[in-house]
C-alpha cells in the first residue's frame, strides 16, 4: 500500500506539533511526529513510504498536488496545526478533490478534540485521536488487507462511513514508550533544519509523554499522567542520529528535568559515549538546581527554554503556574552561574492583567539578564482550563480564523504590549552589545533576526510568535 506522510503546506515556515504550532525566523524543526508515523511503516510493515516537508521544501499546496498526481498514495496523512488549522483543512480538501481515490487521515490536538466536526465538515477520512501510532498501525493494516468491516474495531479511530462519521471507543494511552520504533529521520534532509545559533544539523527527540501540572492555559500532550522512555532508549536514539551526521539535539519534552534520575543517566551516558553531541531542552525554572546544572552542562547541554510567563505574581496566579517570582530569581541565579543559555517565554494577555502586569514581566526579563524572550499572546483552546472559565468571551470556530481566540483581552492591546516588550527587552544597548559578540559566530541568525524583529516593532509584522 503506497503511503505518503505530509507536512502541510504555509506561506510562513511553521512548525506544527501535537501540542504547538509556533513560528520564529531562525529556526526549523523536522516533523516528528509525522516521522514517528512513517517509522511504523517502515520497521512494523517492511514498506517503503515518502515524508514531504512542503514547509522545509518550500512548496505550495500546487506544487504538492503535482508530486502526488504522479503516483497517487491509497493513504495520505497529515499533521494539523493550531492557528493553521482552518488553512490544514482547506489544503486537504483540495488534495481530495483532485485525487478521490486516496484516503486522507489527519491526527492532531483539535482533531482529537473534536473529531466528528472535523469529518462532516472537510474530505478527510479518518480522525486519529490522541497517541496515533497504534491507531494508525492497525488503519494501515486494514486499509492494506482490504477490511474495511475491521474499522469499527480500531480503538481511538474516527472514520467516514455510509452511515456517516463513526467515533470508537478511546485508546489506552501508550505506557510503553520504549517500544514504539525510533522517529526516521533519514527520510528527511537534515541540513534544512536549525536551531538558532547552534550548527546545522538538529535532531528532535521526545523522551517523556504527558504533564502533571496544572497550568490553566496549557494544551496537554495526552493527559497528566507522565509515560518515560529509558535514557537507554533515549541514548539510543541519539546513537542513530549520530550515524546521520547530527550533533545538536532538541529534546521536545514539556519539562525534561522532571525526574532527575533518569536526567542524570542520561547526561552520563552523554559524557561518556557522545561527548560531540550539544543539546538543548525544555523545562521549568524550579526543576533545576546547581548540582544538577552542572552536570547538564558538562554532558553538552547548551540552552534552556523556561516558561516563566510572567512577573507578576497575581497573573502566576491566575494560570496556575505553582511559581513564586522571587524562586525565579533565585533558581535563575543558579543558572547564569552554570553558563548555560537562557531562552524564556513570557505569555501575555490573561483576562485580567493590566499594563503594570505586563511591564513588571518585562522587568524581570531584564533584570534576570536573560539571553533570549519569546512572547506570545494568551490562546484560549478547546480542553483546556482557560477555554472551560471563559470560552464563552472567545466564540471559537474550528474551521474560521484565530482573531477571536484573544477577544477577551483585545488583540490590539496584547499586540501593542508584545511590541512594547520586544522593543524594551532586544533594543537595549547592552542587549545588542552582547549579541554583536555573537555575529562572527551566527552572522545569518543575527542580522536575520534583526531584521524580522524591526519588521515586526515597524510593521506589525508576526515575529516568533505562536500560531
Not at 34 to 49: D, N, P
Not at 130 to 149: I, N, Q, R, V, Y
Not at 445 to 451: E, S
Request: hydrophobic share 40%.
Amino acid at each position: 500500500m503506497k503511503t505518503v506522510f505530509l507536512n502541510l503546506p504555509h506561506p510562513k515556515r511553521v512548525m506544527r506539533r501535537w501540542v504547538a504550532s509556533y513560528y520564529a525566523p531562525n529556526f526549523l524543526m523536522p516533523p516528528l511526529e509525522l516521522m514517528q508515523l512513517a517509522a511504523i511503516v517502515r520497521q512494523w510493515k517492511g514498506e517503503q513510504t515518502r515524508l514531504i516537508d512542503a514547509i522545509a521544501d518550500g512548496w505550495d499546496t500546487e506544487r504538492v498536488l503535482a508530486e502526488l498526481r504522479g503516483e497517487p498514495p491509497d493513504l495520505l496523512v497529515a499533521l494539523t496545526g493550531f492557528n493553521t488549522f482552518p488553512r490544514d483543512m482547506a489544503v486537504l480538501d483540495r488534495l481530495k478533490a483532485a485525487l478521490p481515490e486516496t484516503r486522507i487521515a489527519c491526527f492532531g490536538y483539535l482533531p482529537s478534540q473534536r473529531p466528528r466536526e472535523v469529518l462532516e465538515r472537510s474530505g478527510v477520512d479518518f480522525v486519529l485521536r490522541e497517541e496515533p501510532e497504534l491507531t494508525f498501525s492497525e488503519l494501515f493494516d486494514c486499509l492494506a488487507a482490504g477490511d474495511e468491516g475491521g474499522l469499527a474495531s480500531i480503538a481511538g479511530l474516527a472514520w467516514r462511513s455510509p452511515d456517516g462519521s463513526r467515533l470508537n471507543p478511546e485508546r489506552p494511552r501508550i505506557r510503553d514508550l520504549d517500544a514504539l520504533p525510533f522517529p526516521d529521520h533519514s527520510l528527511l534532509h537534515l541540513d534544512r533544519y536549525n536551531e538558532s545559533y547552534l550548527d546545522r544539523p538538529i535532531g528532535t527527540i521526545v523522551s517523556e509523554r504527558g504533564c502533571p501540572f496544572a497550568c490553566t492555559y496549557c494544551v496537554r500532550e495526552f493527559g497528566r499522567q507522565v509515560a518515560s522512555r529509558s535514557p537507554e532508549s533515549i541514548l539510543g536514539e541519539i546513537a542513530e542520529l549520530e550515524k546521520l551526521g547530527v550533533r545538536n539535539i532538541r529534546f521536545m519534552d514539556d519539562t525534561f528535568t522532571m525526574n532527575r534520575q533518569r536526567l542524570v543517566r542520561i547526561c552520563e551516558g552523554l559524557i561518556a559515549d557522545h561527548p560531540r553531541t550539544a543539546w538543548t531542552c525544555l523545562t521549568r525554572v524550579d526543576m533545576v538546581d546547581a548540582e544538577l546544572l552542572a552536570l547538564m552542562r558538562r554532558s553538552g547541554c547548551r540552552r534552556l527554554y523556561l516558561g516563566i510567563e510572567s512577573g507578576s505574581q497575581r497573573i502566576l496566579d491566575f494560570y496556575r503556574k505553582g511559581l513564586q517570582v522571587e524562586e525565579t530569581r533565585r533558581r535563575m541565579a543558579a543558572i547564569r552561574e552554570s553558563g548555560i543559555e537562557v531562552s524564556a517565554f513570557f505569555v501575555l494577555g490573561a483576562p485580567i492583567e493590566t499594563d503594570a502586569d505586563v511591564d513588571a514581566s518585562i522587568d524581570l526579563a531584564i533584570e534576570l539578564d536573560l539571553d533570549y524572550v519569546i512572547v506570545t499572546k494568551l490562546q484560549y483552546w478547546p480542553g483546556t482550563d482557560l477555554f472551560a472559565s471563559h470560552g464563552d468571551q472567545v466564540g471559537f470556530d474550528l474551521f474560521s480564523g484565530d482573531e477571536l481566540l484573544y477577544a477577551p483581552a483585545g488583540y490590539e492591546r496584547v499586540l501593542e504590549w508584545q511590541r512594547r516588550f520586544y522593543r524594551r527587552f532586544y533594543l537595549r544597548p547592552r542587549y545588542v552589545r552582547k549579541r554583536l559578540a555573537t555575529l562572527v559566530r551566527s552572522p545569518a541568525d543575527v542580522l536575520g533576526g534583526f531584521a524580522k524583529l524591526c519588521g515586526f516593532l515597524l510593521r506589525r509584522q508576526g515575529w516568533a510568535d505562536f500560531i
